[in-house]
């Protein structure tokens, strides 16, 4: 649509997370390093909370990305969506390790074959690695399914078999305190925050993005149009996103090259959430 018009290779606002755009922001920089430190320190559980679209996504592929160069020391299992019971659980743990199991299996042979499988791995020297987004979303008793896993013994020189990445929202935070999850909560030794962007915050990141999406020219967003994008926005990342795209879009509907506060009020009208 605008990509030739503003002299670009690919739209830079995409909703849809790509680590090429992954900026190391103050916040997010730290949550990356903590969860890295947090594997090799052989922690049980990490966490990470921030409100929707502040890029908990993002980070979790970086941080799959950067574990596929080592993958004689880490095996990986991403659940996107973990809104699912303790069997469905299971079976979505057993499919990303690639066990091949039988579809009526029940939930202790699952167990049975994952825990056989998690032991495998820890005598070769590996450990397996599991991410779950949006966690705040998983039931309580598919959390505890998790948390039996991280119990299997281990030999005395082996890697902990099983190490687990949260993201969610805030309301992580609520789960955690129920009675159920005191285990997995004693076990949770590592967590950070990510916030929204500062103004600074957002020209950077609005900069980082174009210039990555091919952009070379002289500033595209004027001083004004960020100040309206991070009022409107209020530091959100994928806000930032929705309003830079819309407002690329008014300039090129009027034929302008650069972008001024006026574009962006524009894209504020049509976006409710940044009324």
């Known amino acids: 649509m605008y990509i030739q018009h503003f002299g670009l290779v690919q739209y830079p606002f995409s909703l849809t997370p790509n680590t090429r755009y992954f900026l190391k922001l103050p916040s997010h920089q730290r949550a990356f390093d903590l969860i890295i430190q947090a594997l090799q320190d052989e922690d ?11 890029g908990k996504t993002m980070l979790c592929r970086k941080v799959l990305n950067a574990l596929e160069v080592l993958k004689d020391r880490y095996v990986t299992a991403f659940i996107p969506n973990p809104v699912i019971d303790a069997e ?25 074959l994952i825990s056989e499988e998690l032991v495998r791995l820890s005598k070769a020297g590996r450990s397996a690695i599991l991410f779950i987004d949006e966690a705040q979303a998983m039931p309580e008793e598919s959390l505890e399914a998790i948390q039996l896993l991280t119990t299997i013994e281990k030999g005395p020189n082996d890697p902990t078999p099983l190490r687990v990445v949260l993201f969610g929202q805030p309301e992580l935070d609520e789960l955690l305190e129920r009675p159920a999850l005191s285990a997995l909560r004693l076990n949770l030794s590592a967590s950070s925050q990510l916030t929204a962007l500062d103004r600074d915050g957002v020209e950077a990141y609005v900069a980082h993005r174009i210039t990555k999406a ?7 967003f004027s001083e004004k149009a960020i100040d309206e994008i991070f009022r409107a926005s209020k530091g959100i990342p994928r806000l930032i996103n929705i309003l830079a795209h819309k407002a690329l879009m008014v300039a090129f509907g009027k034929g302008d090259y650069s972008l001024t506060h006026k574009h ?11 009324k």
């Open 264 to 274: 962006v009020e524009l894209a504020i009208e049509d976006t409710e959430s940044a």
């Open 88 to 112: 469905g659980t299971m079976f979505a743990v057993a499919e990303e390790l690639n066990l091949g199991v039988v579809p009526h299996a029940s939930y202790y042979e699952l167990l049975k």
């Open 44 to 54: 049980c559980f990490t966490k990470i909370t921030g409100e929707v679209g502040t």
């Open 214 to 220: 091919g952009y070379n020219g002289s500033s595209l």
